[in-house]
């Protein structure tokens, strides 16, 4: 059993209410379950395949799921790269495996099977890129209708051909995200569509599985969970996650939650290193990590929270930051992922570098997106293939043998 409360004045709304937030104050809406009535014990969890739907009962579907087997993805101890920085206990959590390509996945296989499961015909998001995708991708899986809208231009061309493909209505707008968000916003609630962006209480349900994975592949509580910060909606999530685990008695601690933003749209960060009590948007967010040029954060109130809550930090790093590590990740480590995945680790290493966090911390790092979802951006730092003529000493000439 479960039900919506408000975050702020604990207002409660019954389950199959269509409301995004709340009708009282305004403010962000949370999922609650009766975590006395869960009778479900950690080992039956781990004998269960690592995926969103291991952990079921800290879900809200009661109906067969939409899925593709999202979740039960790799996490990677970083071990050259640690070395390098001196953080022998440093992993990442590679989101970049899921079907679509994103973290974004575990949020829309609940979302979308809510969306049926509450008798919604249609679905829409305002989206950055990859919320586009995996909402095509499960809008498909389930036979609705997607409606997507981006801004113009600032959206990479691998999460574009992902919405196309998958059959959504793609529309881009001559404005940021956040306006493209306000508008599907405001079309959802007027023309009975549901909204799954992470204003969606329910779509941040399956996001909050990352952390349950994370402490079950590492085999303990990290001292340190670490996401890239846009709309806040990840960082938030997983908190939450962790407290219900907490909760029932199966962890006795929660991580230090630490969000990176780019310096070039980071909300977040000001309000945490100035001690605000809420978020001053950035009126013009610009950053080379498409997948986090979010200037007004809507789950800000929530990873405000978790952040101050657990002891953890949030930084920014700068472009040339985050593309170094995104490189480093490639070259050292084998692991592909899009920019604003690579903010993460690119935290962490600016982090330990000014001696803000301890270096024997078991630090898990979220990298959310894969590679091939910015492949332009890839290709800009990269050297071009060497040309040459089809015989052996033009090879071994460029080779140098």
Excluded at 290 to 295: D, Q
Aim: with cysteine; aromatic share 4%; glycine share 10%.
């Amino acid at each position: 059993m479960y039900r919506l409360s408000c975050i702020h004045c604990g207002a409660e709304y019954a389950p199959g209410e269509i409301i995004y937030t709340c009708k009282k104050c305004g403010h962000l809406l949370t999922v609650n379950y009766d975590l006395d009535a869960i009778s479900v014990t950690k080992k039956e969890w781990e004998q269960r395949p690592l995926s969103v739907w291991r952990y079921r009962e800290l879900l809200p579907v009661t109906i067969k799921p939409v899925t593709l087997q999202e979740g039960g993805t790799p996490l990677y101890h970083l071990e050259r790269l640690g070395k390098e920085l001196g953080l022998p206990h440093l992993y990442a959590k590679h989101e970049g495996m899921n079907p679509s390509g994103s973290f974004k996945d575990r949020g829309m296989t609940v979302g979308v099977s809510m969306a049926i499961q509450l008798g919604m015909k249609s679905v829409a998001c305002a989206s950055t890129g990859n919320t586009s995708a995996s909402l095509a991708v499960y809008a498909a899986k389930a036979g609705i209708p997607a409606v997507v809208l981006l801004p113009a231009g600032k959206v990479a061309l691998g999460k574009v051909a992902q919405a196309l493909m998958h059959g959504a209505k793609v529309i881009a707008i001559r404005d940021n995200f956040d306006v493209a968000l306000a508008l599907v916003r405001e079309l959802c609630i007027k023309h009975g569509i549901y909204l799954l962006n992470s204003i969606n209480p329910y779509r941040l349900e399956g996001q909050k599985t990352i952390g349950f994975e994370s402490v079950d592949q590492l085999g303990e509580v990290p001292d340190r969970l670490v996401l890239p910060v846009g709309n806040a909606g990840n960082i938030s999530a997983v908190y939450k996650g962790l407290k219900e685990l907490e909760t029932l008695g199966f962890i006795d601690r929660l991580p230090k939650m630490t969000g990176i933003q780019a310096a070039g749209s980071q909300p977040l960060v000001r309000a945490i290193q100035g001690n605000l009590g809420e978020v001053v948007p950035d009126e013009h967010p610009e950053t080379v990590a498409t997948a986090i040029r979010i200037g007004a954060p809507v789950n800000a109130e929530k990873a405000l929270i978790a952040i101050r809550a657990t002891g953890g930090t949030a930084a920014s790093v700068t472009d040339e930051e985050i593309l170094a590590m995104q490189r480093a990740l490639a070259q050292k480590e084998g692991i592909g992922v899009e920019p604003a995945s690579a903010a993460s680790v690119a935290g962490i290493k600016k982090l330990v570098e000014e001696g803000a966090i301890d270096r024997d911390e078991k630090i898990v790092c979220v990298v959310t997106g894969h590679l091939l979802k910015d492949p332009e951006t890839v290709i800009k730092q990269c050297p071009p293939p060497i040309e040459i003529d089809a015989t052996e000493q033009a090879l071994l000439s460029v080779l140098h043998l």
